[in-house]
């Protein structure tokens, strides 16, 4: 059973181009979540999905970011004109439906480089 | 808001010594705590958890214990190994999802 699968692994993007990270979650899982690490720091909550649906995308910056998790296929963090400040590694975690005790897990992350 | 603060790292230990990584969090009401840790290179793996007040979560031969009077959910392992140097998370959540984590603390353990 293949856990949360991210790719790529590695991604570098020079300034102003659009940067795509694609997060395939567990087999089952209807919740994906996406977060942001930067260097020397916790990882930030971005923004929740189900399929079709933004539930919660109170962490997103309000330009550039976009998500999405369609019905068929993996979900999508889109990051357009990408600047510096954007070099990160963006983890995706996926979950069953439930309270707060369930368990999300993760993937291995995209670490972007922009140059 | 909600918060949590690690101890700073890097903790730097020689193999079977005690370990303890502090983690104290700033929260209304009754989170749930966990303790992620990532291995080089790695995503996060859950560690251990616990959702109420005196739970203890434990795993690997890790523990920590939810302390309320102190707001407090600190690491504990009696001998640890080289394997287990990574960086360990701690993290709260109100929902099931949002987890609010810490900055992290690397922990290195030497031969």
């Known amino acids: 059973n293949a856990g949360v699968m991210q790719n790529p692994r590695h991604l570098v993007r020079r300034r102003g181009q659009e940067a795509r990270l694609r997060c395939s979650p567990m087999?089952?899982?209807?919740?994906v979540y996406w977060y942001r690490q930067l260097p020397e720091e916790g990882l930030k909550f971005m923004v929740y999905?189900?399929?079709?649906?933004?539930?919660?995308e109170s962490g997103m910056p309000k330009e550039r970011f976009s998500a999405e998790f369609p019905k068929e296929g993996p979900s999508i963090l889109r990051i357009q004109q990408v600047v510096r400040g954007d070099s990160a590694a963006y983890f995706c975690?996926?979950?069953?439906?439930?309270?707060?005790?369930?368990?999300?897990?993760f993937g291995q992350g995209t670490r972007l480089t922009v140059v | 808001g909600n918060s949590v603060t690690q101890m700073e790292g890097p903790v730097t230990l020689s193999e079977e010594a005690f370990l303890t990584i502090n983690c104290t969090y700033t929260?209304?009401?009754?989170?749930?705590l966990f303790w992620y840790v990532q291995y080089p290179g790695e995503g996060l793996q859950l560690l251990l958890k616990?959702?109420?007040?005196?739970d203890k979560g434990s795993n690997k031969g890790f523990e920590a214990t939810y302390r309320k009077e102190t707001t407090s959910f600190h690491l504990e392992k009696g001998s640890v190994q080289v394997s287990d140097s990574a960086v360990y998370f701690c993290?709260?959540?109100?929902?099931?999802?949002?987890?609010?984590f810490g900055s992290g603390t690397r922990l290195l353990v030497r031969p």
């Open positions: 975690a996926s979950s069953l439906p439930g309270g707060r005790s369930t368990e999300a897990f």
């Open positions: 087999k089952g899982h209807s919740h």
């Open positions: 999905l189900q399929k079709e649906n933004i539930i919660d």
């Open positions: 929260a209304t009401g009754y989170p749930s």
């Open positions: 616990a959702t109420k007040a005196d």
């Open positions: 993290a709260l959540t109100y929902s099931s999802y949002k987890l609010i």
